[in-house]
């Protein structure tokens, strides 16, 4: 399993499954099946479920009469799929490379090695591997995240002789990363309602996370800054869901002033719209 620095103490949060509305079904799900390394867990109509073992990760759900949505509005930044190992990362990589995925980056982020890729429809993709939680530099909850050059051939030769099957029991939606209109109304949003710590701060970027981790979400207006609400239904994120403690969701649900639901399932909305859905565990 890929160490998520949570073996100091009881994991209290995870995410759950990302939900994206597309238009052409078929051929989002076939570049989350055949580039990403998704399996197919159940298809019934205009939905789609893909995941690993039994846990869904991603939902696509089409609707052709959704608008498609700008690059530049506020919504996902990018889904990022944590596996288990180095090695699975690089033959990931060998996968990529066979296949010619449509690759648009790689980073050593320090905390973290990644490779990114982008959607039919737009969406962004991270695949990544987190380094051991006891290299990561810290400073109270703030986690030091970095952008360097990613070894790719120190990958490849981590991978071995056994070829890419898809994604591995113990894949995750390690993280979600959000594009949003300014800075301080994300951060009263996910740190002060959702109650996540802020652990680090990039130029027009934060991130939050729970139990020790570098981030479980992130927020930024590198493409976004100044977008206003979103105009759904569009393209792009659906909903993200946030697996907690019952005491974590009343805990939100007494500081949220807009929350539907109860103590299994809170959905809230973003000062722009995007839907997350807190689900008890």
Same mark, same amino acid.
């Given at each position: *399993? ?22 052409? $079904? ?31 990760? $991603? ?16 919504? $996902? ?27 648009? !980056? ?38 030091? *995240? ?13 991978? !071995? ?74 393209? !792009? ?23 539907? !639901? ?20």
């Amino acid at each position: *399993m890929a160490d998520t620095g949570t073996s100091h103490g009881p994991r209290h949060l995870a995410l759950g499954r990302v939900v994206l509305t597309v238009k052409n $079904l078929d051929a989002v799900q076939a570049f989350y099946e055949r580039a990403v390394g998704l399996h197919v867990l159940r298809r019934d109509g205009d939905r789609v479920e893909l995941g690993v073992g039994d846990a869904v990760l $991603l939902e696509l759900r089409r609707d052709a009469s959704a608008r498609v949505r700008s690059p530049r509005e506020a919504g $996902l930044f990018h889904t990022a799929f944590l596996l288990p190992s180095r090695a699975d990362l690089g033959r990931w990589v060998k996968h990529a490379a066979a296949t010619r995925a449509p690759v648009v !980056g790689a980073s050593d982020h320090a905390v973290s090695e990644a490779i990114y890729l982008s959607d039919p429809e737009g969406n962004g993709v991270e695949i990544y591997v987190d380094r051991p939680a006891a290299t990561w530099r810290r400073n109270g909850h703030e986690v030091e *995240m970095t952008t360097e050059q990613l070894d790719i051939d120190d990958l490849v030769a981590q991978a !071995g002789a056994r070829a890419w099957a898809g994604f591995p029991e113990g894949s995750t939606v390690g993280h979600v990363h959000l594009q949003v209109g300014a800075i301080p109304p994300a951060e009263a949003f996910y740190a002060g309602v959702l109650g996540f710590d802020l652990t680090c701060r990039y130029p027009g970027g934060s991130f939050y996370a729970s139990d020790g981790y570098h981030h479980h979400l992130a927020t930024n207006v590198w493409n976004s800054r100044g977008a206003g609400p979103r105009e759904l239904p569009s393209t !792009g994120l659906a909903e993200v869901e946030i697996r907690a403690d019952r005491s974590r969701i009343e805990a939100v649900r007494q500081r949220a002033t807009d929350a539907a !639901g109860d103590g299994e399932r809170l959905v809230l909305r973003d000062p722009w719209g995007t839907s997350v859905a807190l689900v008890a565990h």
